[in-house]
C-alpha cells in the first residue's frame, strides 16, 4: 500500500509558470499524492487556475488567504496536511514524472528521515547541474546526524533550502517557518535537521530550480541581509549544540558578510550613509579573532578577510580586479557548474 504524500505549492504571482509546476505533480508516476495549492492573495489569476485544478483532480486542494509571504503560506498550507510524508515545491519550480516515487522508495528503504534529491539550476535555454561533488549516476549517500549538520552547516552538499527534499511529517509538523523574513529556510532548516538520525543524498537531478533572468545585483536590497541575520541566529544554536561546528558556522557567516558588503557596495544608493555596510564592518571588526582562527586553513578567506580588516576599500579593490585578471585568463577561473543546453 502506497503512503500518502502531501505537496505544499505556495502561489503568488507566479501566472506564467504555475501550470508548468502542478502538471508536473499531476504527471507523477506516484499517484497516491495531496497537493495544497496555497493562493497567497496572488493579484493575478493564480487563483482561479488552482481552482480550476482543483475542481477537475480530487487529489488538488486550494487555499485562498491575504498576503502574508512564503512562509506564511508554507505554514497555513501544512495544517492541512494527512501524509506521512511531506514535500515543498516552489511555483515557478517542477519536477520529474518519478522524482515522488524515487524519494519514497529511497526513504522506506533506508528508513530515512530526509531524502534529498539533486536538481537543476534551470535557466529559459540551458541548465546547470552541479558534479563538483557527485555524479549523477553515482549511489546514494547516507548521513548520520553529526554528518548531516556538518553539511548544513557548510551549505554545499546539503543545501538549506526546503524544497527538494521528503520529510516524514512527524519530523517537521511542529516546526514553523519565520514569517516576514527573506531566506526564510536558512531561519528553519537546521531546527529540522538537528532531529534527522538518517539522511539520505541523491544524486540524480529530479527538479528543477527556476532561475529568473532578475540580475543578484539590480535586484538587490537591504532584505536581502535577512539571510544575515538567518545564520547568526543558527550560529547560536551551533554555539549550544554542535560545538565542534563553531568555526564552520563562522566561515559561512564570513563569506556571507563579505559577499552582502560587496552587493551594498554596488548598490550604494540603496544603503545610504553606508548604514548596512558599517554594520557590516562592526561585526567582522568584534569577531575578528574567531574569524581568523576559523579561516586559517583557507588561503582565499583569509586573504579576504586581511584585506577588509585593513579598509573594505582594500577588499573591494581586490574583488575587482580579480574580476578584470578573469576575464583576461590571468588568474584562476571559477570552477562552473555543468551546462546542458536544451
Same mark, same amino acid.
Given at each position: 500500500?502506497?503512503?500518502?504524500?502531501?505537496?505544499?505549492?505556495?502561489?503568488?504571482?507566479?501566472?506564467?509558470?504555475?501550470?508548468?509546476?502542478? *502538471?508536473?505533480?499531476?504527471? *507523477?508516476?506516484?499517484? *497516491? #499524492?495531496?497537493? !495544497? #495549492?496555497?493562493?497567497?492573495?496572488? =493579484?493575478?489569476?493564480?487563483?482561479?487556475?488552482?481552482?480550476?485544478?482543483?475542481?477537475?483532480?480530487?487529489?488538488?486542494?486550494?487555499?485562498?488567504?491575504?498576503?502574508?509571504?512564503?512562509?506564511?503560506?508554507?505554514?497555513?498550507?501544512? *495544517?492541512?496536511?494527512?501524509?506521512?510524508?511531506?514535500?515543498?515545491?516552489?511555483?515557478?519550480? %517542477?519536477?520529474?514524472?518519478?522524482?515522488?516515487?524515487?524519494?519514497?522508495?529511497?526513504?522506506?528503504?533506508?528508513?530515512?528521515?530526509?531524502?534529498?534529491?539533486?536538481?537543476y539550476y534551470a535557466h529559459d535555454d540551458y541548465l546547470l547541474y552541479d558534479n563538483r561533488y557527485y555524479e549523477k549516476d553515482e549511489p546514494p549517500v547516507i &548521513?548520520?546526524?553529526?554528518?548531516?549538520?556538518?553539511?548544513?552547516?557548510?551549505?554545499?552538499?546539503?543545501?538549506?533550502?526546503? %524544497?527538494?527534499?521528503?520529510? $516524514?511529517?512527524?519530523?517537521?509538523?511542529?516546526?514553523?517557518?519565520?514569517?516576514?523574513? #527573506?531566506?526564510?529556510?536558512?531561519? %528553519?532548516?537546521?531546527?529540522?535537521?538537528?532531529?534527522?538520525?538518517?539522511?539520505?543524498?541523491?544524486?540524480? =537531478? &529530479?527538479?528543477?530550480?527556476?532561475?529568473?533572468?532578475?540580475?543578484?545585483?539590480?535586484?538587490?536590497? =537591504?532584505?536581502?541581509?535577512?539571510?544575515?541575520?538567518?545564520?547568526?541566529?543558527?550560529?547560536?544554536?551551533?554555539?549550544?549544540?554542535? =560545538?565542534?561546528?563553531?568555526?564552520?558556522?563562522?566561515?559561512?557567516? #564570513?563569506?556571507t558578510h563579505l559577499e552582502h558588503y560587496l552587493l551594498l557596495f554596488l548598490n550604494r544608493q540603496k544603503d545610504p550613509g553606508g548604514f548596512y555596510r558599517k554594520?557590516? +564592518? +562592526?561585526?567582522?571588526?568584534?569577531?575578528? +579573532?574567531?574569524?581568523?582562527?576559523?579561516v586559517e586553513n583557507n588561503h582565499e578567506l583569509n586573504r579576504q578577510l586581511d584585506y577588509f580588516s585593513w579598509h573594505p576599500f582594500l577588499y573591494t579593490a581586490?574583488?575587482?580586479?580579480?574580476?578584470?585578471?578573469?576575464?583576461?585568463?590571468?588568474?584562476?577561473?571559477?570552477?562552473?557548474? $555543468? +551546462?546542458?543546453? !536544451?
Open positions: 500500500m502506497e503512503h500518502l504524500v502531501s505537496i505544499i505549492v505556495p502561489v503568488y504571482k507566479v501566472e506564467k509558470y504555475i501550470d508548468r509546476c502542478i *502538471q508536473s505533480l499531476i504527471n *507523477q508516476t506516484y499517484k *497516491q #499524492l495531496e497537493i !495544497i #495549492l496555497v493562493d497567497d492573495g496572488s =493579484p493575478d489569476n493564480c487563483g482561479k487556475i488552482a481552482d480550476n485544478y482543483a475542481a477537475k483532480d480530487s487529489r488538488i486542494k486550494a487555499f485562498h488567504k491575504k498576503n502574508g509571504g512564503l512562509s506564511d503560506a508554507r505554514n497555513y498550507g501544512a *495544517q492541512y496536511v494527512t501524509g506521512k510524508f511531506t514535500l515543498f515545491v516552489d511555483s515557478d519550480d %517542477w519536477l520529474e514524472d518519478n522524482m515522488v516515487e524515487k524519494l519514497v522508495a529511497y526513504s522506506l528503504k533506508y528508513e530515512a528521515d530526509v531524502v534529498q534529491s539533486a536538481f &548521513l548520520n546526524n553529526y554528518e548531516l549538520m556538518t553539511e548544513l552547516v557548510i551549505n554545499e552538499r546539503v543545501k538549506n533550502f526546503a %524544497w527538494g527534499k521528503l520529510y $516524514k511529517t512527524s519530523l517537521i509538523e511542529d516546526i514553523p517557518f519565520e514569517k516576514g523574513v #527573506l531566506f526564510e529556510d536558512v531561519f %528553519w532548516a537546521h531546527k529540522v535537521m538537528e532531529r534527522a538520525e538518517r539522511y539520505v543524498i541523491l544524486h540524480e =537531478p &529530479l527538479c528543477y530550480y527556476y532561475q529568473r533572468n532578475d540580475s543578484i545585483v539590480a535586484a538587490y536590497t =537591504p532584505r536581502n541581509l535577512d539571510i544575515i541575520k538567518g545564520l547568526k541566529e543558527r550560529h547560536a544554536f551551533i554555539e549550544s549544540r554542535y =560545538p565542534d561546528l563553531i568555526d564552520e558556522s563562522y566561515r559561512l557567516i #564570513l563569506k554594520g557590516i +564592518q +562592526q561585526y567582522i571588526n568584534a569577531n575578528y +579573532q574567531n574569524l581568523k582562527k576559523a581586490f574583488i575587482g580586479a580579480r574580476k578584470v585578471f578573469r576575464k583576461f585568463r590571468l588568474a584562476p577561473q571559477p570552477v562552473k557548474l $555543468k +551546462q546542458i543546453n !536544451i
